[in-house]
C-alpha cells in the first residue's frame, strides 16, 4: 500500500498557528548579544607604544548601538591579567543595580574569567559610554560608546541626521598621572601636526570623512582622568541637541567646555567651502601653565571635496582662565520641555520644581588630606572604604557589618575618618543634593541608577537663601554635573530606582582616593519589580564560600550581534514544525 505523505496545506496551517502563537513574543524588546574579549593590545597614542586596554582588539572599544527598552547581553572575556569590571555610565539599570558594574554592586571578574552582563536600556534615549571601573583602568583604555535611539513612534526634535560620529576626549599619561598630561587623545589617536615644533611627524592622527551639505550627530565623551576639555571644530557651529539622555533647547555654541564624565551631541551641518580641512580640537581648561600648549588633541574634518590640509593656527578658545565663562555656558544648557523622548509625553510633563523634597544633603568636599597616615578624598568627612563583600550582595544576604546607613547629612564637626558609611534614601522620595566644592580644581559627580535635575550652580557658599535661584522649570536632567572650584551645584533626584547606586567624583584620582558613596533605595514593600539575584553572580568577600568552579556555574552566549530572542525562538520553532511535518 503506498504511503501517504501529509498535504502540505497541513504544514501552511501548523505555520499559520505557530506565528500566532508567537506574535506576542516578537512584539515583545527585544534582545542583543555582544560577545567582548578585554585584553593589552599596542597601541600609540602618543607616539611611543604602550599598552592599553582594548576590547575585541579595539581602542577604543566598539559602540553598542540599541534602541529603548532593549534588552543588552554582553559576555565579557577578561583577558586582562586583574580583576575587571565594567560600568554604563548613564544607562540607569531600571531596578537592577546587579548590572551595574561597581565595587558595591558586582564582585570582580577575576583575570580568565568570563561573566555575562544582561540588562534593559529601559525608558532611555541618548549618549552614553563604557568604561572600567576598577581602580585606574580607565586611564588606560577600555572604553567606548552607547547610543539609545528613540522608538519609530517617537519622532526626533530634529530632523534625521544624515551620518553620526562618536569621539571620546580624554587627557593621556605615558608614565604617570600625577604631572602635566603628556596629551589630549582623541578616538586612540594623538593630535595631528599642526605645529612642527609642539607635534613630532609621524604620529597617526584622527581623520573624519564628511561630505559638503550634510548634517551630522557628533556625540562627544569626555572620558579622561581628570582634565576638563573645550570642543571646537574650526568654522562650524556645534548645535546642542541632547546630553546624557535628554534634549535640550537646541542652541548654537562655537565650543563647548565637556568635563569628565560628561557626555553631549550636536548637529553639525558642513556648511563651508573646503578651502581645506578644518581642525577638530578639544583643549585643557582652567590650566595657566605654557606647557599644556603642547597637550592639545587635535583630529581632522575632511570635506569629500577638501582642496587641501587644515593649516594655520587652531581656533582660539575662551580667553578666560577662570570658570566664569563655563558657568554661564553650563546654566545656558535647558531641557527641551516639549520633546518627547523614551516616551511620547513631552519631557516637561513630569513638573520636578513642584514636588516636595522629603531628604537633604549638603555633600562637601576638600583638598586631600592625610587620614591614618595615608592621602585621602573625602565627601562630609569621610573617606569611603570599599568593603571586600559589595554591599549589594551584603544587602541581599542580610550580612551585618558590611556598612551603615549612616552617611550625615553635612559635615561634622570632626576629624575626617575612613568609613563605609552610605546614603539612606526613602523609595519614592525627592532628595536634595548640594554639591559644594572646596577643593581648588573642577570636580565633577556622577550618580549611577538616576538622571537629576541640575537647578542651580554658583560660587561662594551654598545658603538655604540660594533656593531662590534655582532652576524649577526646565534644569537639564543629566548624570553627571560639574562643580566649579569654591563653587556649589544643587541636583534635585527622584528616587523611584530601587537598587543600590554609586554616588562619584569622576575624576579618577579623587575618586580611588576616597571620593564616593552609595544611595541605598529599599522599597520596604514587597517589590515583585525589583530584578532579583542573578543566576551567574560572583561571589566574594564574606561570601567566598558560595562561589562554585566557573566551569559548573556559568553558561555564555555564543551568539552574534543583534540577534534577537524572538527571531531565534521562531527559528527553533520552525524547525520543530518542519521535523514533524516530514516526520
Known sequence: ???????????????????????????????????????????????????????NGQFPGPILNVTTNW???????????????????????????WQDGVSGTNCPIPAGWNWTYDFQVKDQ???????????????????????????????LPFLVPDGDITLFISDWYTKSHKVIPDGVIINGHGPFRYDEALVPAGNPFL?????????????????????????????????????????????????MDIHVGQSYSFLVTMDQNASSDYYIVASPRFVNSSSWTRVNGVAVLHYSNSQGPASGPLPDPPTDLDPYFSMNQARSIRWNVSAGAARPNPQGSFKYGQITVTDFYLIT?????????KWRTTLNGISYLPPSTPLKLAEQFKIPGVYKLDFPNKI??????????????????FMEIILQNNDTTVQNYHLDGYAFFVVG??????????????????????STTQVFPGAWTAILISLDN???????????????????????????????????LPENAIFCGVLSSLQKDQAQRFKFSSASSKISYARRTFLVMLIIVYAAFIG
Not at 365 to 373: A, C, W
Not at 415 to 429: A, E, F, H, M, Q
Open 207 to 255: 581623520l573624519v570623512n564628511v561630505e559638503p551639505g550634510k548634517t551630522y550627530r557628533i556625540r562627544v565623551h569626555n572620558v579622561g582622568i581628570s582634565t576638563s576639555l573645550n570642543f571646537r571644530i574650526q568654522n562650524h557651529n556645534l548645535l546642542l541637541v541632547e546630553t546624557e539622555g535628554s534634549y535640550t533647547v537646541q542652541q548654537n555654541y562655537s565650543n
Open 365 to 373: 568636599n576638600k583638598p586631600q588630606e592625610l587620614i591614618n597616615g
Open 412 to 429: 561634622m564637626n570632626r576629624r575626617s575618618k575612613v568609613d563605609t558609611s552610605l546614603i539612606n534614601g526613602t523609595y519614592r522620595g
Open 71 to 97: 534588552n543588552v547581553v554582553v559576555n565579557v572575556k577578561n583577558h586582562l591579567d586583574e580583576p575587571l569590571l565594567i560600568t554604563w555610565n548613564g544607562v540607569q539599570h531600571r531596578k537592577n543595580s
Open 457 to 478: 550652580m554658583d560660587f561662594g557658599v551654598w545658603t538655604e537663601n540660594s533656593r531662590n535661584t534655582y532652576n524649577k522649570w526646565d534644569g537639564v536632567a543629566r
Open 1 to 55: 500500500m503506498p504511503s501517504v505523505l501529509p498535504c502540505p496545506c497541513f504544514f501552511l496551517f501548523y505555520l499559520i498557528l505557530l506565528l500566532g502563537s508567537l506574535s506576542v513574543g516578537l512584539a515583545g524588546d527585544p534582545y542583543v548579544f555582544y560577545d567582548w574579549s578585554v585584553s593589552y593590545i599596542n597601541a600609540s597614542p602618543l607616539g611611543p607604544k604602550q599598552k592599553v586596554i582594548g576590547i
Open 125 to 155: 534615549i541618548g549618549s552614553f559610554f563604557y568604561f572600567p571601573s576598577l581602580n585606574f583602568q580607565r586611564a588606560a583604555g577600555g572604553y567606548g560608546g552607547v547610543i539609545i535611539n528613540n522608538r519609530a513612534v517617537i519622532a
Open 498 to 532: 530601587s537598587g543600590m547606586w554609586n554616588l562619584r567624583t569622576d575624576n579618577l584620582n579623587s575618586w580611588y582616593l576616597g571620593q564616593e558613596t552609595y544611595i541605598s533605595v529599599v522599597n520596604t514593600e514587597d517589590d515583585k519589580s525589583e530584578v532579583s
